[in-house]
């Protein structure tokens, strides 16, 4: 591989990670920024139009960080210039003790992929999503980005046995005013 594919490689790493949430401009963060990607061993298929990482891969943006055991990264064919033949990221699939963390939510599966034809992070496996000290667990979290609807479901047999469950607290200057305090 020449230097000029594996720095066109690389930006388009760069964009493949900010598809991860499908936020406004597609980013690990809201807020933007660079994005930094690392991991054990990197390879791009410039056939397959596919980049995988493996081994202890994280993608941090901003105070966003994405982590798994094994990474890939797809792209449409297209592209200009020094990118030509790696068009934008069509889907991103990462396995193996899958954590997404930003600073409202951590969500942590055995799978996540994200798919730009739908603008959808489907999350699966034994799912638990905490934000502050509420948690919710399932098998399978769905989440429609762009329309900002998200579920969660349960499979029978599951350890949750079919079922969501979720712990709420109420938030306390709430519930003090509400008691009269």
């Not at 791009?44 to 596919?50: F, G, I, K, R, S």
Request: glycine content about 12%.
């Amino acid at each position: 591989m020449t230097t000029k594919t594996f720095l066109a490689a690389m930006f388009c790493v760069a964009l493949g990670s900010l598809a991860l949430t499908g936020s406004v401009g597609a980013q690990v963060a809201q807020e933007g920024g660079p994005v930094m990607v690392g991991g054990d061993s990197w390879q791009a298929d410039e056939n397959a139009l596919t980049q995988t990482w493996d081994g202890r891969v994280e993608v941090i943006q901003a105070n966003s960080r994405l982590r798994a055991d094994h990474v890939v990264i797809s792209h449409a064919p297209g592209g200009e210039g020094e990118n030509k033949g790696w068009g934008e990221v069509v889907k991103i699939e990462a396995t193996g003790n899958v954590y997404y963390v930003t600073p409202e939510n951590t969500v942590k599966g055995n799978t996540a992929v994200y798919t730009k034809a739908n603008d959808t992070m489907v999350i699966s496996g034994d799912v638990v999503l905490k934000q502050g000290k509420n948690v919710m667990t399932g098998t399978r979290l769905v989440a429609e980005v762009g329309a900002g609807t998200t579920t969660m479901d349960a499979a029978p047999g599951s350890t949750n046995n079919g079922r969501v469950r979720a712990v709420l607290y109420p938030d306390e200057k709430q519930a003090n005013s509400a008691a009269g305090n």
